[in-house]
């Protein structure tokens, strides 16, 4: 009797029979590789005249000292960064129920040619503190001025003239060095150097460098002080234009469209 029984592939809830499609990777949504990222929608006044076309190099946002408010600028100018984890070090918070324990990274960015960031960031976890600290160096993206030791022949290579930086007990001197040199530095601040585009450079620092976030940030801050320097060669009479969100200003009347 139990042969003449029909075979029932549907085995009351055990087993696969019967039951096609309920493995992983099948079409349940999981997983759309194939599904593009998602577009930028720019949510700031110089979000939307970058992203329109308006502004044609990151150069006239520094020239009008524009805030930069989203990192997605930062990338459509300049697509070719290189980011450099200089640090992760764990830190301590003492709360009632105990110790919590957070990572905090630094994290320089630079294309080597001129243009070089620094993002601090501290999160629970190690992933998402570098997230957070390359998107903080976008935003703090700053030029670098380069110049010549000796003759202005060929192309920029090292500081224009000495500069330093400070934070905390840390003083960071950069000594501008003829064409050949190299940087001469230590591994901290030569990276940064090589970030930022510049060839060859002496530096001098102070203080507990051992500290190396205060360290990176000294030599940060000198760096950014080579644009802080007023030289002859920048006496020239400057011709006022208007600034963008004032030439645009009918583009940023319109309502944008969602």
């Not at 997983?31 to 577009?39: C, L, M, P, S, T």
């Not at 520094?62 to 984890?85: A, G, H, M, N, R």
């Not at 950069?174 to 450079?201: E, F, N």
């Amino acid at each position: 009797m139990a042969d003449s029984a029909p075979a029932d592939n549907r085995r009351g809830g055990f087993g696969r029979g019967g039951r096609g499609g309920r493995g992983r990777g099948g079409a349940r949504g999981r997983g759309r590789r194939g599904e593009e990222k998602n577009e930028w929608v720019p949510v700031t006044k110089l979000g939307r005249l970058v992203k329109a076309g308006k502004i044609k190099s990151i150069e006239e946002i520094y020239l009008f000292s524009l805030p930069i408010k989203e990192y997605q600028i930062v990338d459509y100018f300049l697509p070719k960064l290189t980011d450099q984890v200089m640090k992760i070090m764990p830190v301590q918070k003492q709360t009632t129920a105990g110790q919590r324990t957070r990572f905090k990274a630094f994290v320089v960015i630079g294309d080597e040619n001129g243009h070089v960031g620094l993002g601090v960031k501290c999160a629970k976890e190690v992933a998402t503190a570098i997230r957070g600290g390359i998107i903080l160096a976008k935003l703090s993206i700053i030029p670098v001025r380069r110049g010549y030791w000796g003759t202005n022949l060929g192309e920029p290579h090292t500081v224009p003239c000495k500069v330093s930086g400070r934070c905390g007990s840390v003083m960071a001197r950069l000594v501008p060095a003829p064409r050949g040199t190299g940087i001469v530095a230590s591994p901290t601040a030569k990276r940064v150097l090589q970030l930022a585009g510049i060839t060859d450079c002496y530096t001098t620092s102070r203080g507990s460098t051992r500290t190396l976030g205060n360290f990176v940030k000294a030599t940060f801050a000198a760096i950014g002080n080579t644009y802080g320097f007023l030289t002859p060669d920048l006496w020239e009479e400057t011709e006022f234009i208007k600034a963008p969100y004032q030439e645009f200003s009918d583009f940023l009347s319109q309502k944008q469209r969602k």
